[in-house]
């Protein structure tokens, strides 16, 4: 147990379907983040949110819209996905503001996207 | 551009011996790596991180090497038993920038035999 809890674990949905992925840290941590993780690929970063603002957006497509609430929540919202989006989603939290240091990882979301 | 690289997909090792999974980086400037361990059906967990002032740094059964004139970071495991088989990435820092963030190889796969 990482003290970063990610839900659901899997998730259906199809092209015109809307859909959250929620994020939680028990951490006290004040940075969040997104990452997408396909098949042979390294982990690619999504977003990444420092005292609830947003800081980076990795060049993601709109279909894409993450929200955080407060520094222990972090969702990503998604709607008319492609199939290529079917991937692992992971979140992230640490303690340092700049994204400096170890960074702690939940145990992903397995999005299929038919 | 910047790039986190491993020289092997997979390292098969039988149980006993010592494992070593090697990392290249491209990014000079980077000062800050870890080491991270993904087995399936979980996220990635922290094993070990270096600072550039240092070349080596060692933790229970794993030590990091890291050679800032050719750019490679090794992971190298005592004694590997089934329970280290998973996927190993490496990710660099370079703190010092604005928004540091970490920038992850694609994963060596350790396959450890009985």
């Known amino acids: 147990e990482t003290g970063v809890t990610q839900t659901p674990r899997h998730l259906v949905m199809g092209m015109t379907n809307k859909k959250s992925l929620k994020c939680e840290q028990h951490l006290g941590h004040n940075a969040m983040y997104w990452y997408k993780q396909s098949a042979k690929k390294p982990l690619e970063l999504m977003f990444v949110?420092?005292?609830?603002?947003?800081?980076e957006n990795n060049s993601v497509p709109s279909r894409f819209s993450p929200e955080c609430p407060n520094s222990s929540h972090l969702f990503l919202h998604l709607h008319t996905l492609q199939p290529e989006d079917s991937a692992l989603y992971l979140c992230?939290?640490?303690?340092?503001?700049?994204?400096?240091?170890?960074?702690?990882f939940g145990a992903g979301t397995r999005l299929s996207v038919l | 551009g910047e790039s986190v690289g491993l020289h092997l997909p997979t390292l098969s090792v039988q149980e006993g011996d010592n494992s070593i999974i090697n990392c290249a980086y491209s990014n000079s400037a980077s000062d800050y790596f870890i080491w991270y361990k993904q087995e399936s059906g979980k996220g990635p967990q922290f094993i070990i991180d270096i600072r550039s002032n240092m070349d080596k740094r060692q933790g229970q059964r794993v030590t990091v090497l890291l050679n800032k004139t050719v750019k490679h970071l090794s992971l190298q495991i005592a004694a590997t038993q089934p329970g280290d088989s998973a996927v190993y990435f490496c990710a660099e820092n370079m703190s010092s920038g604005n928004t540091g963030k970490l920038i992850f190889g694609q994963g060596t796969t350790l396959q450890v035999k009985p």
């Open positions: 992230a939290s640490s303690p340092a503001r700049d994204g400096a240091g170890i960074q702690y």
């Open positions: 949110y420092n005292f609830k603002e947003q800081t």
